[in-house]
Structures are given as C-alpha cells and as structure tokens.
C-alpha cells in the first residue's frame, strides 16, 4: 500500500499512519535525524497513552514488546537465508 493510499483509505489506523509518516518525512527533510524522530514519536505515543488509559495498561502494553521485538515484528530490513 502507498503512502497516498493510506490517506484515501476509510480506515482511521491507515490515515493516522499516513499523518505520521508525512509528518517524518517533513522532519527529517528540515534536518532532524531519523532517530530524534523516533524518540519523539516513542514519547508522544505513550504520553498520550498514559494520559488516556493510565500508566498500568501502558506498562502493560510496553511489556509485551520486548517479545515482538525479539520475534521480529518491527524489523522492516530482513535477511532471509
């Protein structure tokens, strides 16, 4: 799916993507590196969190990354062998 894709589609989650990945773009084009980007987003993401459900359900939620993160699920540049 392209970029222009996700904002056309009905889906709130593609078009928030879509929002997300523009706004990245913009950043990293006026300078600001790739991983100033990440912890911003990684900061406002679970600020936002804690603020809507509460800092439990975000430890929660963090907690279980550490075993998608070891299976892969975030790696976008994979070796297959």
Do not use: C
């Amino acid at each position: 799916m392209e970029l222009h894709d996700l904002a056309e589609s009905d889906d709130p989650s593609f078009v928030a993507l879509s929002l997300i990945l523009a706004a990245w773009d913009e950043g990293t084009e006026n300078g600001v590196a790739p991983e100033q980007m990440a912890y911003a987003a990684l900061f406002t993401a679970l600020s936002d969190l804690v603020s809507l459900y509460g800092e439990d359900a975000v430890i929660k939620l963090t907690d279980g990354l550490q075993k998608r993160i070891t299976a892969g699920e975030f790696t976008l540049k994979r070796t297959v062998q």
